[in-house]
């Protein structure tokens, strides 16, 4: 009977023992689930944290002064920072700045749209605008009515006039925060655009000395013009201009533009040997200028209405075509050049009697072709 009752204690003693191992077991796995728990606040509360919308940017044009004029007014007036593009290189800031999560305020100036690209547009801004970024599109470029009507529905800040150029628009719409110098930068800037006689732009053209204006504002585009490939330097120009400096404040820029008009001299006499002429336009494409600088030559030289003046970027495949029209010109040209380009796979638009288009390559001949019979 012994033996049976320590048989029994013994079994009760190991009973214990594996009860206390199994406690023991259970409570020391307690204390990690709480650890866990702890960690994976911490970093839920570190992904929640976004960085704060502090940047100013302004996409503008950088093949004028009207481009070139409205940065400088925006920098003035907000601060921050210019993106300077052409046309064919607005989609692509667009779709960068979209991304930038420090984006505060986006203002676009002087970049018309074309039937290829206002969708995509829209598309960003409505993006921008779910993001909280304030936009703000300015252009005196002919527009599609229903674009401005879906941009006043995302609540896009749009000041669009024909009737004045982009600069001076800014101008007025930003006065108060401008001082008295921005007003000359406008005006220089309708001057370059043919629209120093719109309702506005001749008003800040009598605060000055006309010829002063003149020449100020020719240099400015001579020098514009001439550097396009220097980047640095068309950021240098608006940085001058917002800080208040006249054109000859600017080391150089006299002498530059004489450069330039030497150039444009012997243009004149490429253009005689190179033009070619239809029974509505005169047409000459360039090979060792810009096309902008050599269109109006191409339209007075020809005896035409319309010249069209066509240049080969060979690292995109495509021909930048610059457009003028005389004053007897009937027709409107950037709304003509927008559907036309657009149908031959590239785009284009702009003013009435002056704007652009980046055709395809094997598409330009069609294009001269097919406008010739357009305007009539």
Known sequence: MAVSKTKKSTTKTVKKKVSKKTTKKTAAKKPVKKTTKKISKKSVSKKTIKPQRTKVICISHKEDCDGISSAAIIRQAFGGDAILVDYPGQMEALNQVVLDEKLKSLFICDLGLSKKTQDEFIDILTTLRKNKVSVTYIDHHDIDPDVVKALNKIKVNVIHDINEC?????????KSKLNDHASFVAACAAITDYMETRPIGSKLLQIYDRQFALISATVMTYNIVGHQKEPDYLQYL??????????????????????????????IAKVKM???????????????????????FVMGLSGKNV???????????????????????????GKIVNLLATSLGGSGGGHDKACGAVIPKPK???FITELNKKIK
């Open 364 to 366: 330009i001949k069609k």
């Open 274 to 296: 190179g033009l070619k002429t239809m029974s509505n336009l005169g047409h000459m494409e360039i090979l060792d200028a810009g096309a902008s600088g050599a269109v109006n």
């Open 166 to 174: 982009t600069a001076v628009l800014a101008y007025t719409a930003f």
């Open 238 to 267: 608006v940085e001058e201009l917002a800080d208040s400096k006249f054109p000859h404040d600017i080391p150089n820029t006299y002498e530059f533009a004489q450069i330039q008009v030497e150039k444009l001299s012997q243009m």
């Open 307 to 333: 010249g069209v003046a066509y240049k080969e970027r060979v690292d995109h495949g495509i021909y930048a075509v610059s457009v003028r029209g005389s004053k007897d010109c009937k027709v409107h040209l």
